[in-house]
């Protein structure tokens, strides 16, 4: 009984040991975009569309563990101009751009407030998310894969939203005849660097 209680409390220190040592190794590095690939995808009374941005700003706080995987991501901030995100017609794009109030909100931002990083690269994170001036928090899932021994990152995922949960109504063109649903799926790839 006496030995058994000695070997649990040298199993506790020596995991307890482990984990600081595991810390101090790890290491933060502030990273910056290299490369965006935000999709808008939605539907209408006439056909799907897709809305594109291939830039913006994202700087991010990740730390990685010796082996430079990443392990968490203490900050992450996210910037994408409303006026970056183009369609295949510019009349859809001037009315995305009016039901999206670009001129009083110019862009679209996603702040990460809490996050877990899986050992396969999985995330599973909250943040606040800014569209129209309306600020929600939201739950996201992605990917991470890290290369270079954590010289590079990058993160793909997706989310569906609801326009109007934003303030934002849903387009229409053509004098009315064609209408966009509510729904629209926000695709996301960015790859950071040091």
């Known amino acids: ?80 101009p409303v006026n970056s ?32 990083v899986a050992a396969d690269g999985s995330i599973k994170a909250q943040g606040q998310l800014t569209i129209a001036g309306v600020t929600k928090v939201i739950d996201l899932t992605a990917k991470a894969t890290t290369t270079n021994g954590g010289k590079s990152v990058a993160i793909k995922g997706s989310k569906a939203l609801n326009m109007t949960d934003f303030g934002v109504t849903p387009p229409s063109f053509m004098m009315g005849a064609m209408k966009t649903g509510n729904a629209v799926t926000i695709t996301y790839e960015f790859t950071l660097h040091q």
């Open 85 to 116: 995100l183009k369609s295949e017609h510019s009349g859809m794009d001037d009315n995305a751009y009016k039901a999206l109030k670009a001129k009083a909100n110019p862009n679209i931002t996603l702040k990460l407030t809490s996050s877990t």
């Open 1 to 80: 009984m006496y030995h058994s209680a000695i070997i649990r409390k040298g199993i506790a220190t020596l995991l307890f040991v482990h984990l600081i040592v595991a810390a101090a190794f790890a290491q933060t590095k502030t990273l910056v975009v290299s490369g965006i690939n935000l999709k808008v995808n939605g539907t209408s009374t006439l056909h799907d569309w897709e809305m594109k941005a291939t830039s913006g700003t994202c700087t991010a706080d990740l730390t990685f563990t010796p082996s430079g995987q990443l392990a968490t991501i203490p900050e992450l901030s996210y910037t994408v």
